[in-house]
């Protein structure tokens, strides 16, 4: 397996909507971003390429980005990271971790 970034993506054909999964390398660290109810092959992968995953992002409160985010909370132990209006408008992603446009943040190699 050669060494580098990896994005992995599902969709979901009903919303054509995606969720994915981004890693510094192989056995290194990564995060994922927004459920689309099609987790379960991105966790599969997570394993398989035994990632530490440092979070878990949902980019806006519709549906379709929300939509098993609880799986990938149950399957990684990684905090939820959203903006403050979307963890209000989704009070079940309660307790995430406050982001905003222009924050910087490092998991691993990823920046």
Same mark, same amino acid.
């Given at each position: 397996?050669?060494?580098? !970034?990896?994005?992995?993506?599902?969709?979901?054909?009903?919303?054509?909507?995606?969720?994915?999964?981004?890693?510094?390398?192989?056995?290194?660290?990564?995060?994922?971003?927004?459920?689309?109810?099609?987790?379960?092959?991105?966790?599969? /992968?997570?394993? &398989?390429?035994?990632?530490? @995953?440092?979070? @878990?992002?949902?980019?806006?409160?519709?549906?379709?980005?929300?939509?098993?985010?609880?799986?990938?909370?149950?399957?990684?132990?990684?905090? !939820?990271?959203?903006?403050?209006?979307?963890?209000?408008?989704?009070?079940?992603?309660?307790?995430?971790?406050?982001?905003? &446009?222009?924050?910087?943040? &490092?998991? %691993? %190699?990823? /920046?």
């Amino acid at each position: 397996m050669s060494e580098g !970034l990896i994005i992995e993506r599902t969709e979901a054909e009903g919303w054509t909507s995606n969720s994915y999964l981004v890693a510094d390398r192989p056995g290194g660290v990564g995060i994922v971003i927004d459920g689309n109810g099609v987790t379960q092959p991105l966790i599969d /992968k997570a394993r &398989e390429l035994d990632l530490t @995953i440092e979070g @878990i992002f949902v980019t806006h409160q519709h549906a379709d980005h929300v939509a098993g985010i609880d799986n990938y909370r149950d399957a990684f132990t990684a905090p !939820l990271f959203a903006s403050a209006a979307t963890a209000v408008a989704v009070p079940d992603l309660l307790p995430a971790e406050s982001i905003a &446009e222009g924050d910087v943040l &490092e998991f %691993g %190699g990823l /920046k």
